[in-house]
């Protein structure tokens, strides 16, 4: 067993605050401008979100909560997370830049 100094330990625990600022910042709308009109019809916001930046929707889930959860993507690597009430009012929940589409993973022992 061991035990921590108490300034490693003030270390460790400010270091994870600073993490879970910068991780609450990305999830709740600390993105790019487009992050700034956060809820309206779901229809307006992806019309709006492809005309300012050319983003369409690319993925699309149903939550346990009945909310619908859109992933848009553009071009030039921006993206937008929406949220969908069952009501029609969509949020954006985060958005970003430099987004990657990785390649699906076979499972071992799938041909082609």
Known sequence: MFALSTGTAKAM???MIVGLALLASVAFGGG????????E???SLIAKLD??????PVAIGLASTGNLLEVL???NGSWTILITSPNGLACIAATGEH?????????????S
């Open 73 to 75: 993507i553009s071009a």
């Open 41 to 43: 019809t779901r229809a």
């Open 51 to 56: 005309r300012g930046f050319g983003e369409q």
């Open 32 to 39: 790019p401008a487009h992050a700034q009109s956060n809820c």
């Open 13 to 15: 625990l400010g270091g």
């Open 99 to 111: 987004w990657q589409t990785l390649q699906k993973i076979k499972p071992a022992g799938e041909t």
